[in-house]
């Protein structure tokens, strides 16, 4: 079946410049997740939605980045005024239902350039 | 609080030689660890996880991994390299503290298998 789909693959910002990166979900999945992954690094969570409920954006990095999924499935997360420290994978994952214990599925990412 | 260390950032092994890719946790809760994979330009995979069950998780491609309590350490084997198993590896521990189930990753260990 269709696992969790990202758009677009690749992104070249000029720095100032507004994005916006779209989740697809594998479908039915409640619980959506973002992720940023600088070059050699390992992921750092962003953001956390249960259906359309943004329950956890402890790891926003700034008021520039901004998130939202309003009827539950598709998510697309902002970024204002972008910079050149925000030049990173963009992951989006998603899982059955809440909790600990759920497999997330992820998507393959969004790369973000920012010059 | 909750972290991993991957203790090896890069690793290189021969082909049809064992792998071993060590990771120490560190958690105030009854850990839920997690190895994915990643390779170039698709998304990460999930290779195993422990939940206290079993403490020998055995995961895709012949990957496992033991869960030692008393040396904080989730390493991840495999008895006999592939070529196909060049990859960054992340080792994984899930944040209990609120529930959300989001996903605290370490720094990687790049998998080199020479012929």
């Known amino acids: 079946g269709a696992g969790v789909s990202q758009s677009p693959r690749y992104k070249v910002a000029k720095r100032g410049q507004d994005v916006a990166l779209r989740c697809d979900p594998i479908?039915?999945?409640?619980?959506l997740f973002w992720y940023q992954q600088a070059l050699g690094q390992g992921p750092e969570f962003l953001t956390y939605?249960?259906?359309?409920?943004?329950?956890?954006k402890s790891g926003l990095p700034s008021d520039r980045f901004f998130a939202e999924r309003p009827e539950g499935s598709v998510s697309t997360l902002k970024i204002q005024r972008t910079q050149q420290e925000d030049s990173a994978v963009y992951l989006c994952?998603?899982?059955?239902?809440?909790?600990?214990?759920?497999?997330?599925?992820f998507g393959p990412g969004t790369r973000l350039t920012v010059l | 609080a909750q972290s991993v260390t991957q203790l090896d950032s890069h690793v290189s092994v021969s082909e049809g030689t064992p792998v071993l890719l060590r990771c120490n946790y560190s958690?105030?809760?009854?850990?839920?660890l997690f190895w994915y994979v990643q390779h170039p330009n698709k998304g990460l995979q999930l290779l195993l996880k422990?939940?206290?069950?079993?403490?020998l998780v055995k995961g895709i491609n012949g990957f496992e991994a033991e869960f030692k309590k008393s040396e904080t350490s989730f390493h991840l084997t495999k008895p006999s390299a592939h070529m196909s198993d060049a990859a960054e590896y992340f080792c994984?521990?899930?944040?209990?503290?609120?529930?959300?189930?989001?996903?605290?990753f370490g720094q990687g260990t790049t998998l080199q298998v020479k012929p």
């Open positions: 994952a998603s899982s059955l239902s809440q909790g600990y214990l759920n497999e997330q599925f």
């Open positions: 479908s039915g999945h409640v619980s």
């Open positions: 939605f249960q259906n359309e409920a943004q329950l956890d």
């Open positions: 958690s105030s809760y009854s850990p839920s």
């Open positions: 422990y939940t206290s069950a079993a403490t």
């Open positions: 994984v521990v899930s944040d209990r503290s609120g529930n959300t189930g989001k996903l605290i």
